[in-house]
């Protein structure tokens, strides 16, 4: 165990360097794998599969046990298609089996107030969207690890939110319930590059112990994870122009850099969400 936790910590943060903690389960080996994948088999994920991976979502704590989330599990590759589109035409939503879209829901809540003639004014507060789209991350990322040790794997998608109107559209959402993500779920493709573990920032960089560490103390770390980065780049043969550091500053840079989601306030008004 203590080897092959050590072998997964180096590939995790792209070193080799690391002593690995006592502390060593199952579960922290399994996440520890995990990979972001965008070539899948045509093979379907079963119905099974699917109740299993969706208990295992509702299986995440959830604020005041409201359960604020909702997911839509799309197989009809027209709609598949249609979602690939509205996220920038990112081919594996179009080819991947499933794709399940994580949902902020609100409107089941306001229902349940109505049907107990009771006010749901709080529902027009930021506060409560926050708690959507936490509950739905929660739920999503155990079905991410729940499908990843049935030997599925995926990619979240980000790239809806370019579009949310066209995505609630597609979807026939109604107001004050908002697509937070797409997930594509499948076998991975063998015939296709496999896709690698990335590694993360080290340690010292994300764990701060008692008070925040200032940025300007991070940076050594920052540092030695651009260098792992670039080890990473070449190794996978990615044509990536400049650090980590630099990728990342390109990401913010303006609202240009954003794909359409500088709108995305004005996109959850028309939306339903009043985010006062
Ligand atoms: C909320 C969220 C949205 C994402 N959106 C996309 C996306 O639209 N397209 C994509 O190919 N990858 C997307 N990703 C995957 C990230 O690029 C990926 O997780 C990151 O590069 C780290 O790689 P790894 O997951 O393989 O460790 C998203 C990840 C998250 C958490």
């Not at 080897?3 to 922290?28: N, Q, S």
């Not at 208990?55 to 709609?79: F, G, H, K």
């Not at 995926?154 to 107001?175: D, F, W």
């Not at 015939?191 to 008070?211: D, I, N, T």
Request: net charge neutral; aromatic share 6%.
């Amino acid at each position: 165990m203590n080897e092959r936790a050590k072998e997964l910590l180096a590939t995790r943060y792209g070193t080799d360097a690391l002593p690995a903690p006592a502390a060593w389960t199952p579960v922290i080996d399994h996440l520890l794998g995990h990979r972001s994948v965008r070539r899948h088999l045509p093979d379907p994920v079963s119905d099974d599969q699917l109740a299993a991976i969706v208990a295992a979502a509702q299986s995440a704590a959830t604020s005041s046990n409201l359960q604020a989330w909702s997911v839509i599990a799309v197989r009809d590759p027209d709609t598949r298609a249609a979602l690939a589109v509205c996220a920038g035409d990112q081919s594996h939503v179009r080819d991947a089996p499933l794709v399940l879209v994580w949902l902020a829901d609100l409107a089941r809540l306001a229902h349940v107030a109505q049907s107990v003639q009771r006010p749901h004014a709080a529902l027009d507060y930021l506060e409560m969207f926050v708690i959507g789209v936490v509950d739905a991350a929660l739920a999503a990322q155990n079905a991410l690890a729940a499908a990843e040790s049935l030997g599925l794997s995926g990619c979240y998608i980000g790239g809806l939110r370019n579009q949310p109107e066209k995505v609630a559209e597609l979807l026939g959402l109604p107001p004050r319930v908002f697509a937070v993500f797409g997930m594509t779920l499948g076998i991975e493709d063998p015939a296709a590059p496999p896709a690698a573990v990335k590694p993360r920032l080290p340690q010292q960089v994300v764990l701060h112990r008692e008070r925040y560490l200032p940025v300007a103390e991070q940076q050594p770390g920052i540092d030695a994870y651009n260098a792992a980065m670039a080890r990473f780049y070449a190794a996978q043969n990615m044509n990536v122009h400049g650090t980590w550091s630099v990728h990342s500053a390109k990401r913010i840079a303006g609202p240009e850099t954003l794909s359409g989601r500088d709108r995305l306030a004005k996109a959850l008004h028309n939306l339903g969400f009043a985010l006062k």
